[in-house]
């Protein structure tokens, strides 16, 4: 699928000054890369939100034990890890084929991936999961949630290997980290690299190929990820999950297409926040996230804000941030009684509600303090 619109968003200047963004602004900013993502085939075209990102002040003992090493144990890591990664091929009633990624994320076989790996599972495509020891089942749809491009399916459970989470909220900036998959079908694959940023934007197409949402708290990593790792693990240097591997940035080609595989600019969505959804997914059957409509950027204490808070950047038309008066450039400081510090915390609160949901949120706009209901759509 592809789209080729890169909608205008204000972002904060390191300065505290706010600049408009437009489409030749955003061409420029993302070094005129093509964000694709990495199930066999489909790509999008869009722009990387730049945000500076520094390392966590808190960190999880693997960060602590790897900060003084070069790189993890691979070897090790692979050993572990492996044996929790499946590869997911689909075929179509037409014949075309594509394949992807995906993690046991418990002994009943249910397995973590991103929604557009298996999305044509839902039009009818024949799901397929190869094992690390080479035993391949049918596989099944259990839920998908395209707004989060995050998605469970399950095949039928044999002693399978459950993956290890970690807290993904204590990441640090440079710390090692390995990706497993399948790219271009290469089932068993294993790459290593560091965490290059934390906090990154990542747009997602809606069906027809525009732009519809933004996935904010997205992991950068230079670890080599190649179409077919979408929905694979990236892990820590103790083998537990840290984000789920989802697009990479590429060179495009004079045509404007996708252009060749990794550059070492790789995307993850964070673990805490794809648990959060696939726990819901296993305990209802089903998942429609209530929609709170913005794009944000974390602010720490030192910036304009003072307080630290959520940068609202942009405004989904009519979505429910808008219904309810917040506009670009509000800082938002708490949401539903509890402290706005990332958009995971919002991602992870929302999906303890449904749509429909009425939520307080407190938010600054101009230096002046105010609140409001937001009803989730």
């Known amino acids: 699928m592809t789209g080729a619109n890169a909608h205008g968003r204000k972002s904060p200047a390191s300065s505290g000054r706010r600049f408009e963004v437009t489409p030749a602004v955003l061409a420029v900013m993302a070094g005129l890369l093509v964000l694709s993502l990495i199930a066999s085939g489909a790509a999008l075209w869009a722009a990387l939100a730049n945000r500076s990102a520094g390392p966590s002040a808190s960190s999880s003992s693997a960060a602590t034990s790897a900060a003084g090493t070069n790189d993890c144990n691979a070897v090790v890591i692979a050993k572990k890890v492996l044996p929790s990664v499946v590869t997911i091929h689909l ?60 998605a469970v399916i399950r095949t039928a459970p044999d002693k399978d290997t459950v993956i290890d989470t970690a807290d993904s909220s204590k990441l640090n900036v440079g710390q090692p980290t390995v990706a497993l998959g399948a790219p271009l079908g290469l089932s068993g694959s294993v790459t290593r690299g560091i965490i290059s940023a934390l906090g990154r934007q990542m747009p997602l197409p809606d069906a027809s190929g525009e732009l519809s949402a933004f996935l904010s708290d997205v992991i950068q990593t230079d670890a080599s990820i190649n179409p077919g790792n979408s929905g694979g693990p990236l892990v820590d240097c103790d083998g537990r999950l840290t984000g789920v591997n989802t697009a990479i940035a590429t060179v495009p080609t004079a045509e404007g297409a996708a252009g060749g595989g990794s550059v070492g600019l790789g995307f993850a969505i964070p673990v805490n926040t794809a648990m959060a959804v696939s726990k819901e997914i296993l305990s209802s059957g089903s998942f429609t996230p209530g929609s709170f409509g913005i794009s944000v950027v974390p602010l720490d204490v030192s910036s304009a804000a003072g307080s630290g808070g959520l940068y609202v950047n942009a405004v989904v038309a009519n979505g429910a941030a808008a219904r309810a008066g917040l506009k670009a450039g509000d800082v938002i400081t708490e949401f539903d009684g509890q402290k706005a510090r990332s958009f995971e915390d919002l991602v992870i609160a929302t999906v303890r509600k449904r749509a429909g949901a009425v939520v307080k949120v407190s938010y600054t706009r101009d230096g002046q303090s105010h609140s409001t209901p937001v009803t989730l759509l």
């Open 91 to 150: 075929t179509s009633p037409s014949g075309q084929s594509g394949n992807g990624t995906g993690e046991f994320i418990d002994d009943q076989g249910h397995i973590l991936t991103n929604d557009h790996v298996i999305a044509e599972a839902a039009k009818g495509a024949k799901m397929t999961v190869l094992r690390s020891n080479g035993v391949q089942s049918p596989a099944t749809l259990v839920g998908r949630v395209p707004r989060l491009d995050l």
